[in-house]
């Protein structure tokens, strides 16, 4: 277990892990029922990011919620999401980039889509979809820093990346080889299973009525997403993925801002 937590903690986030040496597409698949405890560890950096303003007395909370001006959070915000986008290498930004230029691009053909997201460039789709994500993170983080509730983001990274273990469980792979394949042959699949419940379980108490809007949400987001890549690939991909992820995280940042 602990290897196979290092080998999803190299691959999901850029914290300095001992390195395993050369890692198979089997040994990735494997490690992903711990996915979601990835996810925590990022969301409690995150999370302790964006408490240090406030625990450094740069701001007072107070004054955003009693009779005074609020405080500059925006500035606070835009370095915390620094700080998230580093601790995740973009790996899933990468991914979103690909399939908004795929999915734009491909116009239609499951060819040109693939084609399109193997392409290691980036094109305009992709460029503005990147924009609007980190736009709409940004202005999440500030809204729910302002307010002094950012719990939440302790636990989107979770059910975010609890979102691929129900992908690897459910979907088929739209190619014979890479990632979503090995995920669907190698995948333990009891194991993922438990895993997936201990996620929702786990953050469900801790969130209280919260984790309802955000579960919801992000279910109906992927139901939604799973059906995209049906119809026009026959299954997901390593970046379809990664977008689902960046997605649901957008996503469930704008229903906390919302509850």
């Known amino acids: 277990m602990w290897r196979s937590f290092l080998i999803a903690g190299r691959f999901l986030t850029r914290l300095p892990m001992p390195d395993l040496g050369p890692v198979s597409d089997a ?6 029922v711990l996915f979601p405890l990835v996810g925590l560890l990022i969301g409690s950096v995150v999370w302790g990011a964006s408490e240090l303003p406030v625990g450094f007395g740069v701001f007072d909370l107070n004054r ?10 925006g500035l606070a915000a835009a370095l915390v999401l620094v700080a998230w986008v580093w601790l995740t290498g973009g790996l899933h930004l990468d991914g979103l980039a690909d399939s908004a230029d795929a999915w ?25 979809a990147l924009v609007l994500v980190l736009l709409c993170k940004w202005t999440a983080l500030s809204a729910l820093m302002t307010t002094g ?42 194991a993922a299973r438990v895993w997936l419940v201990l996620a929702l379980v786990t ?11 955000l579960v919801l949400a992000a279910g109906v987001l992927f139901l939604l997403v799973r ?15 990664g977008a689902l992820v ?3 995280e957008v996503l469930m940042l704008a229903v906390a801002v919302f509850w």
């Open 149 to 190: 509730t950012t719990v939440s983001l302790i636990w989107i990274p979770v059910l975010a990346r609890t979102q691929l273990l129900i992908l690897f469980l459910t979907t088929p792979a739209a190619r014979p080889e890479g990632m979503g394949a090995a995920a669907r042959t190698h995948l333990p699949r009891t």
């Open 203 to 213: 953050s469900a108490l801790f969130l209280g009525s919260e984790w309802l809007g």
């Open 104 to 128: 734009i691009g491909g116009l239609g053909d499951r060819n040109r889509t693939l084609e399109i997201m193997q392409d290691p460039g980036v094109g305009p789709f992709g460029v503005m």
């Open 227 to 241: 059906r995209s890549v049906l119809a026009r690939l026959g299954g997901f991909s390593g970046d379809t993925a």
């Open 27 to 32: 040994d990735l698949s494997r490690c992903a």
């Open 64 to 73: 955003a919620t009693v009779g005074g001006s609020s405080p500059p959070y």
């Open 246 to 248: 960046e997605l649901s």
